[in-house]
């Protein structure tokens, strides 16, 4: 068995992977009940209203690189650029908090869009 640090860091890849394949499964496997999703738009919504408002934006996300993947305590920090399915590219930097081995909280911070 994984550590725990080691772990949360291959959930966390899995989750984003999971997300640009677009297997809802997946994710719903990783995410506790009682999920918390931050952002600017979207201040504490719990795991239902997430898949509703958030999770169609899977299907324009074409691929990850994570730039940073950290473990940090119960967190991992995690920035990415993304390319979404018309090429354009944007970069985020977000925060999973983990409750064992689920993901209790995500807190997404935007970036910035990428240079063509």
């Known amino acids: ?7 949360r860091l291959e959930l966390a890849r899995r989750m ?21 999703f ?6 504490g919504i719990d795991r239902d209203r997430y898949f509703e408002r958030c999770w169609p934006n899977s299907e ?3 691929d990850f690189e ?3 993947l950290i473990e940090a305590g119960d967190a ?11 090429g354009k590219r944007f ?3 977000e925060v999973l ?4 081995e689920k993901v209790s909280q995500a807190e997404v911070y935007f970036g910035w869009d990428l240079p063509d």
Request: hydrophobic share 30%.
């Open 1 to 7: 068995m994984m550590t725990q640090a080691h772990g």
């Open 16 to 36: 984003y992977d999971a997300y640009r394949s677009g297997d809802r499964n997946v994710v719903e496997g990783l995410l506790s009940d009682d999920f918390r």
């Open 38 to 43: 931050y952002s600017p738009a979207d201040v």
């Open 60 to 62: 324009l996300i074409e």
């Open 66 to 68: 994570f730039t940073r």
């Open 76 to 86: 991992v920090v995690v920035t990415y650029e993304s390319t979404k399915t018309d």
């Open 91 to 93: 970069r985020n930097t």
């Open 97 to 100: 908090t983990f409750t064992g």
